[in-house]
């Protein structure tokens, strides 16, 4: 199984909704990713969790929650978003973090799940 | 810092055409160099990758050279197909960093 399989592919709230993101890998990666990318502009970094444990948060807001169960799930959890955190949010996982790896940090991403924030 | 420009698009082609996406990049340290493509609806993917100087990327008939004397990773094909169309994304990572920099993306019409 080589697939990131994000859920779900589309989702539509409130700004008073709590949801939830979900993500999964079988592919034996210790490091997973959330990214947001708004329309045409690339992804950016979020969250990074190595070894479940959270290693990356780019000073986001705290109305995003991520959650790591175990090393194939990744969560994210929604809550008193905005209209402007409409966006695609991207999964992705790599085999290891970039520093103890001997060679590049290839990423695999998921499909992503589209987010509207009413 | 590190950062990535990538020729702005949309870039519009006739099936069959030669194309080149210019990728440049500044770096402290020694980085590997990525390019991601993302087809409509999708994530995205690794095209191919170069981790030093010289080496080459390829696949699908896309390839890539690493140039440090020019601090560039131009992104080619020689025939493109209707199904190359996408947003094609250059990006690096330094080492001992674990954040991908990606360029803006250009975005390729491939008309048949």
């Known amino acids: 199984d080589t697939e990131v399989t994000q859920t779900p592919k589309h989702l539509v709230m409130g700004m008073t909704n709590k949801k939830s993101l979900k993500c999964e890998q079988h592919m034996g990666h210790r490091a997973m990713y959330w990214y947001k990318q708004k329309a045409k502009k690339p992804p950016e970094l979020m969250f990074v969790?190595?070894?479940?444990?959270?290693?990356i948060n780019e000073s986001v807001p705290s109305r995003f929650s991520p959650e790591c169960p175990n090393s194939s799930l990744l969560n994210l959890h929604l809550h008193a978003l905005q209209p402007e955190d409409s966006a695609l949010y991207l999964c992705?996982?790599?085999?290891?973090?970039?520093?103890?790896?001997?060679?590049?940090?290839?990423?695999?991403f998921g499909a992503g799940s589209r987010l509207t924030v009413l | 810092g590190n950062s990535v420009t990538q020729m702005e698009g949309p870039v519009t082609l006739s099936e069959e055409a030669f194309l080149t996406i210019n990728c440049t990049y500044t770096?402290?340290?020694?980085?590997?160099l990525f390019w991601y493509v993302q087809y409509p609806g999708e994530g995205l993917q690794l095209l191919l990758k170069a981790t030093k100087a010289d080496d080459k990327g390829s696949n699908k008939g896309f390839e890539a050279t690493y140039r440090k004397e020019t601090t560039s990773f131009h992104l080619e094909k020689g025939s493109v197909q209707v199904s190359d169309s996408a947003v094609y994304f250059c990006a690096l990572t330094v080492n001992r960093d674990d954040k991908i920099i990606f360029g803006k993306g250009t975005r390729l019409h491939i008309l048949p």
């Open positions: 992705a996982s790599s085999q290891d973090m970039g520093w103890r790896n001997s060679g590049a940090n290839v990423l695999t």
């Open positions: 969790y190595s070894y479940e444990k959270l290693s």
């Open positions: 770096a402290t340290g020694y980085p590997s």
